[in-house]
């Protein structure tokens, strides 16, 4: 029972166009939603979330959209660096009192200067 | 300002044997998890800790993995008798609120892992 997908294991752009990244969920119950950005060797760090009751949420270059009648939600990056090149995971948050999540396989994501 | 740490970094075992692993919180985090990520997996949850309430265990895959977390702060996840299934990055992660729904999304902060590798 995978409660978060993300269904592209890759993808490549060119510096300064944007990325889109994508996930879909089937659990109605989460709270809100995270992305989480992780190089080789470190340990994920967080990048953006986004409450349920929203459809948006932007920080900088990072949007976050949600479609709640689709259960699907994207992050966009514009413009795409070099330094985005990392593995990025979705994740909800069941709610409750634990706040323990659940991710997606996680999409490689690759900017080509 | 150090972050979430973790020890060893790397640990290479053979199929049958125990395995400790540590979990350094940062310094006031109340809450603290353990994640695993086996090869092209997500990060799958194992067990959560909150200050003295009883853990979460739910995600612990068998009886061989437990956990425990000593006056509030480091915490050591043991996997008896292990099995080549168990190799995988071990993840921590803590984060300093208390969860409930009026305070908005906690950020956890994750150390850098340890990457089992049972043989």
């Known amino acids: 029972d995978q409660q978060v997908k993300q269904n592209s294991p890759s993808l490549s752009v060119q510096e300064g166009r944007i990325s889109i990244l994508n996930c879909d969920y089937t659990?109605?119950?989460?709270?809100?939603f995270l992305w989480y950005k992780k190089y080789p060797a470190e340990g994920p760090t967080f990048l953006i979330s986004?409450?349920?009751?929203?459809d948006k949420n932007e920080d900088g270059r990072f949007t976050v959209f949600l479609n709640k009648s689709a259960k699907h939600l994207s992050l966009h990056i514009v413009p795409s660096q070099p330094g985005d090149s990392a593995v990025y995971f979705c994740?909800?948050?069941?709610?409750?009192?634990?706040?323990?999540?659940?991710f997606g396989q996680g999409t490689t994501l690759q900017v080509k200067p | 300002g150090a972050g979430v740490s973790q020890s060893p970094s790397n640990k290479v075992t053979e199929k049958g044997k125990d395995v400790e692993l540590r979990c350094d919180p940062i310094?006031?985090?109340?809450?603290l998890y353990w994640y695993r990520q086996s090869l092209g997996q997500g990060l799958e949850f194992l067990i959560y800790?909150?200050?003295?309430?009883?853990?979460?265990k739910s995600g612990l895959p068998s009886d061989r993995f437990s956990a425990e977390r000593t006056g509030g702060s480091v915490s050591t996840l043991t996997i008896q008798r292990t099995q080549q299934e168990d190799s995988a990055v071990y993840l921590c992660?803590?984060?300093?609120?208390?969860?409930?729904?009026?305070?908005?999304?906690?950020?956890?902060?994750f150390g850098p892992g340890t990457r089992l590798l049972v043989l």
């Open positions: 986004i409450s349920s009751i929203k």
């Open positions: 310094s006031g985090h109340t809450a």
């Open positions: 800790f909150q200050g003295n309430s009883a853990p979460d």
């Open positions: 992660a803590s984060s300093s609120k208390n969860r409930g729904r009026f305070f908005g999304v906690e950020t956890q902060y």
């Open positions: 659990n109605s119950m989460f709270d809100y």
């Open positions: 994740a909800g948050d069941g709610g409750g009192n634990t706040g323990k999540l659940i």
